[in-house]
């Protein structure tokens, strides 16, 4: 307390007696009361952004094995987080790159790219926070690479107990801390963009409380002897067996993080996962003494493994509820390998690339800045509404803010501007009321003065493959399109009638008059929207300045020929007799000549081989539909061929027949053609039971969890009758306390194939081994497309092996967020406040459910399930 007290005196010295000086830029300091403030107003301090690792590890490699100049890159990627409206930035140091084995800072290039980057934030307004150490290797996705650093030299979980290790942090951190940057001419502790230091990244402790207290003071008077000044951060979000011990110490800041669907799941997870960010309560609050005399930041957030752009204005919201104050995501790739998603295959971040998502960032920063500390709002699902204009949605895969002055939109909006009329600022990603756009790409539109407006807007984005899969430098997960789209503005300061100006350099579209608020055929670029009659205050020229850019900036990826992808996900099923709908996005460098279907009835011997052309709906997606008398087999199989000029290629090729491709070249008519690769979609009997899982293999899509959540799994496939169908066996042993087992797979599309059957299903069948007991508690049921769980319990299976369990026996039970979140403190389930009655068209996954608090190991022999 008498810490917090001086270091609040001294800031409040500097001032009122002029030591700061009035020119200086304010400070941060965290005041009694555990708030971090600034200095010259008193008022409270939110910073909201990213983490981006370009001067280390596998950044740094990346760029350098495309001979690409990496301070270039730094500057168009700080540019889009300007862009983007962040205001904070963090980064785990990896040491092992900054060090020898004695803990000396080393003056190298990783060295002189951290502080690049720092001098370039600055120069943007954003804030920083510096994380010493990671105490960990620098390979991933790759090999280590041994450096010489000393954390190469010890186990991650002694670093904080070995003496020697210990004294080479202490000489780590004073060289860091009082560490020159050449480039802003600061030390790192005098820098008044640099907030703060955390100590370490996620530390492994492994003993004593009085052990930690000793390391976390002896770190901390290795910083002081610089005569630094600012807030030092520690980790309370692991080693919970010590969180006493932390606030018995004299840091002044704690950090967290949150990743609320899990990590690393190896595929793009689905699903309405708002009711996994409805809370972030930390159990320890009421119990540690001082809990609230220090600062809350979250250190790392994401919710990995999705594309969805509906999450992060709500986790801003939740972490605003639960009194953080500095937030960053992580992490932000760099522009330069995000093609590939390399980097950390189970995040995904960038403007270019994710422009949803991006937009989704930006919504979500002015949320962090806009929202009362401390202030709740509801439970889900009320809480989607929040704040002054800020809405998320899971259906409409939506964040948007809509104030009054700004317009933001992360997806295609109907809603309708507060008040248009006032509106100084809008950004999005589709069509709203007030623009009308085709390509995928992310805008900007700013009021620079009354008439005056400026416009940016980046090249298409298409997904070909999932970026959450295993990554490859040779794999392009994202193609970047260059599109021409004609833009319609219903912007009441701008008008229908407005001169068009290129800005950026590389742009040589000459200026033009717009007489009806339709820009046709706008490239990628930035531009000057003028009023007609408008008479400007301001020259405004390519340079010039527009809060923290010049209004002639512009960052995009290269454009670049490229053959034709295909993004196709066949249906699973159709009903014989009735039209199938396909549709297909069919991204290239200029839109095609034509999109045809062939099936697998042609040939290159045939006098008559019909086709069925698609047409383009909207931007490079195209649909087509198959007359019902063509859906009469077993199973429809197609071709899409893409055509351009002399040129065509065919869809799917080699092992894509699932998913996206790069086609094969020529047609299946061409006498040399010889691939057999097709989508396809089974053809079931009209009024048949709606299949929700099939056992193949081990896999079969089925993804197992156990709460709490430590466990051993075996899978073992039962298919030893050529005459019965296969089991799948699950063996659960548990390791933790009153475990629940989980069995999940996601059959939404299943569901919406067949909605004219879905509407007449009454039961749920589950096909089990019947010389087997049922494993106590086994219940089965629905997750929805609300976020919901409605479960039953199992009865005995009859004499064929069948549960059959009548959709009206389900009821409304709470829902277990899984994958398991980081920390693994937080609550496991969702507790519903609002009541929301079960309808089967809203079922999106099927859940199985067993306890095994009373048997050493839990088993089940699992066979297909199907509504009937």
């Not at 007489?515 to 706008?522: A, C, E, P, S, Y």
Request: with cysteine.
């Amino acid at each position: 307390m008498k810490r917090q007290f001086i270091l609040t005196f001294i800031c409040l010295l500097f001032l009122f007696t002029g030591i700061q000086g009035k020119t200086n830029p304010p400070i941060i300091y965290i005041d009694g009361n555990g708030v971090m403030c600034w200095s010259d107003t008193r008022e409270e301090a939110s910073f909201f952004g990213t983490n981006y690792t370009l001067p280390f590890a596998h950044a740094y490699r990346a760029l350098g094995y495309l001979g690409l100049d990496r301070k270039a890159a730094i500057d168009k990627d700080v540019y889009h987080l300007s862009r983007l409206g962040l205001n904070a930035y963090r980064i785990h140091l990896w040491d092992v790159e900054l060090t020898d084995e004695q803990g000396n800072l080393l003056e190298n290039e990783h060295l002189d790219l951290m502080d690049y980057l720092i001098a370039k934030l600055k120069e943007r307004n954003i804030h920083i926070v510096i994380t010493a150490q990671t105490n960990f290797g620098n390979g991933y996705p790759e090999r280590n690479i041994q450096t010489g650093g000393f954390s190469y030299k010890y186990d991650k979980c002694d670093i904080h107990s070995n003496p020697q290790a210990i004294s080479a942090q202490e000489t780590y951190l004073r060289d860091l801390v009082k560490h020159t940057n050449p480039y802003t001419g600061l030390a790192y502790k005098d820098d008044p963009s640099i907030v703060g230091f955390e100590i370490n990244n996620e530390p492994c402790h492994s003993g004593t409380k009085e052990d930690v207290k000793t390391y976390i003071n002896r770190m901390l008077k290795a910083i002081n002897k610089t005569g630094n000044r600012k807030p030092v951060f520690y980790n309370v979000s692991h080693n919970g067996y010590v969180v006493d011990a932390y606030y018995e110490t004299a840091i002044q800041g704690t950090t967290y993080q949150w990743y609320p669907i899990g990590l690393v799941a190896g595929h793009m997870q689905q699903g309405n996962f708002l009711p996994y960010v409805d809370r972030y309560d930390i159990p320890f609050a009421d119990k540690v003494k001082g809990f609230n005399k220090k600062a809350r930041m979250i250190y790392e957030f994401d919710p990995a493994d999705i594309m969805y752009s509906y999450m992060y204005p709500a986790m801003a919201r939740t972490f605003r509820t639960a009194g953080f104050q500095w937030i960053t995501q992580f992490a932000y790739d760099p522009i330069d390998i995000a093609s590939a998603n390399t980097e950390y295959q189970t995040h995904f971040l960038n403007l270019a690339y994710t422009p949803n998502k991006a937009i989704s960032m930006k919504i979500a920063a002015e949320a962090a800045r806009s929202l009362k500390r401390g202030e709740s709002y509801g439970s889900y699902p009320q809480d989607t509404i929040f704040g002054d204009g800020f809405r998320v949605s899971y259906t409409e895969d939506l964040s948007e803010l809509n104030n009054g002055e700004k317009f933001y939109y992360s997806n295609q909006t109907n809603t309708q501007p507060k008040d248009a009329s006032k509106l100084v600022s809008i950004a999005g990603c589709g069509s709203s009321p007030i623009v009308g756009y085709e390509g995928t790409g992310a805008y900007f539109i700013d009021c620079l003065e009354s008439g005056v407006w400026r416009l940016e807007i980046m090249p298409d984005a298409i997904v070909v493959n999932d970026p959450f899969a295993k990554p490859s430098p040779e794999k392009e997960v994202v193609s970047i399109i260059y599109g021409a789209w004609d833009m319609a503005l219903q912007i009441p300061d701008l008008g229908k009638v407005f001169t068009l100006t290129a800005l950026n350099k590389e742009n040589s579209r000459k200026e033009e008059t717009v007489t009806d608020g339709v820009i046709r055929d706008l490239h990628p670029g930035v531009y000057l929207l003028k009023r007609n009659g408008c008479s400007p205050k301001q020259n405004w020229k390519r340079d010039s300045q527009w809060n923290s850019i010049r209004i002639g900036e512009f960052v995009a990826p290269a454009p670049r020929a490229m053959n034709y992808k295909v993004a196709h996900t066949p249906a699973t099923t159709v009903e014989a007799g009735k039209t199938l709908t396909i549709n297909a996005q069919v991204a290239g460098s200029v839109l095609p000549d034509s999109v045809i279907i062939y099936t697998d009835k042609v040939s290159f011997w045939n006098e008559h081989n019909p086709y069925i052309k698609m047409k383009r709906t909207n931007g490079y997606t195209y649909q087509a539909t198959i007359p019902a008398e063509k859906i009469k087999e077993d199973c429809f199989r197609y071709n899409i061929i893409v055509c351009r000029g002399d040129s065509t290629r065919t869809y799917p090729a080699g092992n894509s027949a699932t998913g996206n491709s790069s086609g094969t070249k020529g047609t299946p008519l061409d006498w040399n053609y010889t691939s057999d690769s097709y989508w396809t979609t089974r053809v079931v009997v009209p009024g048949s039971a709606i299949q929700l899982l099939k056992i193949t293999d081990t896999d079969s899509r089925i993804e197992a969890y156990t709460l709490p959540e430590w466990n051993d799994l075996q899978r073992t496939l039962i298919d030893s009758s050529p005459v019965e169908k296969p089991l799948l066996r699950f063996r659960f042993t548990p390791k933790g306390e009153n475990p629940q087992h989980f069995l999940r797979t996601f059959v939404k599309d299943g569901i919406e194939e067949r909605k004219d059957k879905v509407k007449n299903c009454t039961t749920l069948c589950i096909r089990v081994n019947c010389d087997k007991p049922l494993p106590q508690g086994f219940s089965a049921g629905f997750v929805t497309s609300d976020g919901y769980t409605y479960k039953s319990l199992c009865s005995a299976p009859t004499a064929d092996g069948i549960i059959r369990i009548p959709l009206k026996e389900l009821r409304q039970t709470d829902t277990a967020l899984l994958p398991i979140a980081y920390p693994t403190f937080l609550k496991q389930y969702f507790h519903p406040e609002t009541g929301i009655p079960f309808r089967p068209e809203k079922i999106e996954k099927l859940e199985l459910s067993m306890s095994g608090a009373s048997e050493p190991t839990v088993e089940i022999e699992l066979g297909d399930v199907w509504l009937e």
